[in-house]
Structures are given as structure tokens and as C-alpha cells.
């Protein structure tokens, strides 16, 4: 049997953010940051990030983003951002993934800046991609209805061609 091309990927990417003293992870926690809450700034940076992928990254291409799960790890001066990325296409999401996780570093070192000058972004790396395909004849039967409108086929004045091959193709 031959593969479903449009099969459920995904994706997932870590970035760690390094500050210098741990007075700015307590304001980070405490929401105490003077630009804001720093986590859900980040989140929606990444979430806007990886939704933007294909404008920014020239060999990217467009892919329906199905879910995004931004989350936050503190670990002692470090905070790990990790990105995960699901959808049902063609190409993999490890670059929706990463950008993710690289503007959501970015955006938790631009908030951090003012109240620590020693912050640092460590690393961005890819973590994790999975591809579950599934076979065209492996899936179970389904129950489906076929309406047409058209005042035309309705009325006879011409066959319900597209109908039909419609009808044709589900079949198969």
C-alpha cells in the first residue's frame, strides 16, 4: 500500500536562556519583570514565530499548524524553552519548531536586559521529530453522504458529472 502523504508530524526544539543572578529567575517567577510577565510574553512571541516561519525562512513552506505547546523550565540561572509543533502535512516542522523556541529566547532576553546584564542565550537546538504515517488501506471504512447543488442537475437540464466523480474517488 502506498503512504499517506499527508501523515501527523512532530516536532519539538529546547532553547535556554542563562541569567547571571538569581534575583532575576525571583522576578521572572514573581512576575516582577517591569516589561511584564515574561512567560506569556514569550509564548505568544513563539506561538506568532512558528506560525510565521514560512514568511521569514525562504525554503520553508506554508504548513497548516495543527497545535503549538510552548513551556517553561527553570534550572538554577537557566530557563529552558521548550517548543513543540504538530501538524498534518507533507514536510516536517523542525524549523516552525526551532524558530519557535529562538523568538521565545529572544523575547525573554529583550525583557530581561533592563535588570540583568549578564544574561546570555546558550543554546537552540532541535529535540525530537516524529512522523506517525498511516497506510491508505489500513484505515478503518467510513460512512460518508454526497449532496450536490445545483439547480441544473436538479431540474435535468444537464448530468451530474462532477457527482459522480466525486462519488468515484471516495470509492476508491
Given amino acids: 500500500m502506498t503512504p499517506n502523504l499527508f501523515s501527523l508530524k512532530e516536532a519539538s526544539a529546547k532553547a535556554i536562556v542563562q541569567v547571571s543572578n538569581p534575583e532575576t529567575i525571583s522576578a521572572v517567577v514573581e512576575n516582577r519583570v517591569p516589561k511584564g510577565n515574561v512567560f506569556e510574553m514569550a509564548k505568544v512571541a513563539g506561538l506568532f514565530a512558528v506560525k ?15 497545535f503549538t505547546g510552548i513551556e517553561y523550565q527553570i534550572q538554577d540561572l537557566e530557563i529552558h524553552i521548550l517548543v513543540k509543533v504538530k501538524s498534518v502535512c507533507k514536510s516536517d516542522l523542525e524549523m516552525e519548531a526551532l524558530y519557535g523556541a529562538t523568538i521565545g529566547a529572544l523575547t ?54 462532477a457527482g459522480q466523480e466525486i462519488l468515484s474517488i471516495l470509492k476508491a
Fill in 52 to 66: 510565521s516561519t514560512v514568511q521569514i525562512l525562504p525554503n520553508s513552506h506554508p504548513k497548516p499548524i495543527e
Fill in 108 to 161: 525573554i532576553y529583550d525583557m530581561l536586559k533592563p535588570i540583568d546584564k549578564g544574561i546570555s542565550i546558550l543554546k537552540i537546538q532541535s529535540e525530537e521529530r516524529t512522523q506517525k504515517i498511516s497506510n491508505v488501506g489500513n484505515q478503518k471504512a467510513i460512512t460518508t453522504a454526497l449532496v450536490v447543488c445545483s439547480n441544473a442537475i436538479y431540474n435535468g437540464f444537464k448530468p451530474d458529472s
